[in-house]
Nanobody, 123 residues
Framework: VQLQASGGGLVQAGGSLRLSCEAS????????MAWFRQAPGKEREFVVR????????YYADSVKGRFTVSRDNAKNTVYLQMNSLNTEDTAVYYC?????????????????WGQGTQVTVSS
């Protein structure tokens, strides 16, 4: 699976951004998808996972209530709507694909990764 993330940018605190991740090469609906992020000087961390059908989602506590993940299997795309952004959300955001159905937040479980898109939130 090839993953192409887009939609990052510079936004003021309190603002919103929508990230997209388009997949190609394999049947998209066979994969659970996730977003991770890596801030400068920190390890990559789990943000959210969405099941193959989109019917189940799992959020990190730090983004719950502010971020919303969705997917459109007809368009081979997963989205991350980010609202009420704050400076702690500044990071490179990566999408990832997992062929297994067991819910996993460990990045080592994900087989395919996009290239990352930079999100910068200014105060």
């Amino acid at each position: 699976v090839q993953l192409q993330a887009s939609g990052g940018g510079l936004v003021q605190a309190g603002g919103s951004l929508r990230l997209s991740c388009e997949a190609s090469g394999h049947t998209f609906s066979n994969y659970a998808m996730a977003w991770f992020r890596q801030a400068p000087g920190k390890e990559r961390e789990f943000v959210v996972r969405i099941s193959r059908s989109g019917g189940a989602t799992y959020y990190a506590d730090s983004v719950k209530g502010r971020f919303t993940v969705s997917r459109d299997n007809a368009k081979n795309t997963v989205y991350l709507q980010m609202n009420s952004l704050n400076t702690e959300d500044t990071a490179v955001y990566y999408c990832a694909a997992d062929s297994q159905t067991i819910v996993r937040r460990d990045q080592r479980a994900y087989e395919y990764w996009g290239q990352g898109t930079q999100v910068t939130v200014s105060s």
